[in-house]
């Protein structure tokens, strides 16, 4: 069976963890905050569909470097911050060898190009992944409903042979544990569906520590606010080429939160971002979509303001963060 590193044992990373064990891969994961906890118990999941208190106890490292072997695929489940430095290919880097697939399990748009060019060889699967899975504390996931989609194809859409065959070989990987895993032949139109709704939600309920449902509710202007933000991004998405994209898939988007007003409605990732003082994956969710309307000359006034105000709170945190580490480190 195949060898799997997993880089990232967050939510989702934990998650694909517990099934790809079902189907006897041998399988890694790379942590750090949770390293010990994983270390000593395992990763306990909690699902409606694969069932509750169930523990693994994959190998565990704190860095690609200790992950020595031949690593046949590593799944790339962290958060995506395209330039950060050092990048997740370069942490990955002592890992991949000749022929080891790599499959991003992450947000955002133009998230391949830094792992194409640092493994111009290697294949590149690019996935979309719909998954309420939250690390209730270190190394227990809590899968919150019975919803589970991966949409996955190869970076670029046209790459040789044995780049399709590997995607293949996950995809199957997963449909024989039991999950749910579909591919497409351009995966990028996956993604600008999935950012249409994240470059508008995730920032904007993050500004106002609103939920969907709570944002509408919150004044009569919310909803034509948030229709016009992704309006925007399907704009730049038909600029891009993807005509499928329209008006009546923000509509029918828009629906679902239209129909959770009255109750709590649901938060994005960001929102519990900011919660916790984390960074949020500003660049690839906001920042990708404006650099590629920037590219094509498409106005984007509402996701530029947006897209200013978040960068400044993530920006913040990160500052509060650095002078937190500095107290630390000088015992002050």
Known sequence: MPRILIFGAGGVGSFYAHLLTKVGADITVVCRSNYQAVKEHGIVLDSPKYGKGVRIRPGVVSSPVDAVGDWDLILVCSKAFPGMNPS??????????????????????????????????????????????????????DHQEDLEILELGTFPSRPPIAHIQACLEFRNLIKTAGGEATIYSDVQLRRWIKVAVNAAWNPVCALTLSSDSLFLSSSPYADRMIKDVMLEVVAVAQAQGYSEINEGMVEEQLSRARNRVGSFGKEPSMLGDVRMGRRMEVEAIVGGVLKCAWEKKVPCPRLEVIYCLIKAVDESYARTREIAASNNWTGS
């Open 88 to 141: 997740v290919p370069q942490l990955i880097k002592p890992a991949v060898g000749p022929k080891t697939a790599i499959a991003l399990l992450q947000n955002g748009i133009h998230i391949e190009d830094e792992y194409q060019e640092a493994f111009p060889d290697n294949p590149i699967i690019s996935c979309t992944i719909y998954l309420p899975v939250t690390e209730i504390y270190p190394g227990h996931v």
